[in-house]
């Protein structure tokens, strides 16, 4: 499992609920960095309208996922990452780009609901 500063940026955000002890949590896990050829990915799906025009954002998450191979883009995000509507469109642009497609799921959707 790994996380980039990123998130970890995003997390520590005040207005984020009970982001001091989501910190916390990820603080042990490996960080991966950002290098040029992610933000030109980022740039890429900003300018194809895949992603909204936040630098630092979904597009960097995806970026990130997507360039280091990770299995799993874990989110929240239901509108512009874990959207089944997107990901024809986040796999098709990852293909032509030559780049890994993670599975991108919510929290639910990995652990499934406790009540099943």
Not at 10 to 22: G, I, K, R, V, W
Not at 102 to 116: A, K, M, S, Y
Request: aromatic share 6%.
């Amino acid at each position: 499992m790994v996380v980039s500063e990123a998130v970890v940026n995003e997390l520590a955000n005040p207005n984020y609920p009970y982001s001091q002890d989501t910190v916390a949590l990820v603080a042990g896990i490996q960080h991966i960095e950002i290098i040029s050829e992610v933000h030109d990915i980022v740039n890429i799906y900003i300018d194809r309208k895949l992603m909204p025009q936040d630098l630092l954002g979904d597009a960097l998450h995806l970026a990130l996922a997507s360039y280091h191979k990770c299995d799993y883009l874990l989110t929240w995000n239901c509108k512009h990452l874990a959207n089944p509507n997107k990901f024809q469109h986040i796999r098709i642009v990852n293909t032509v780009l030559g780049l890994y497609v993670p599975v991108i799921i919510t929290p639910n959707q990995l652990i499934g609901d406790p009540n099943d």
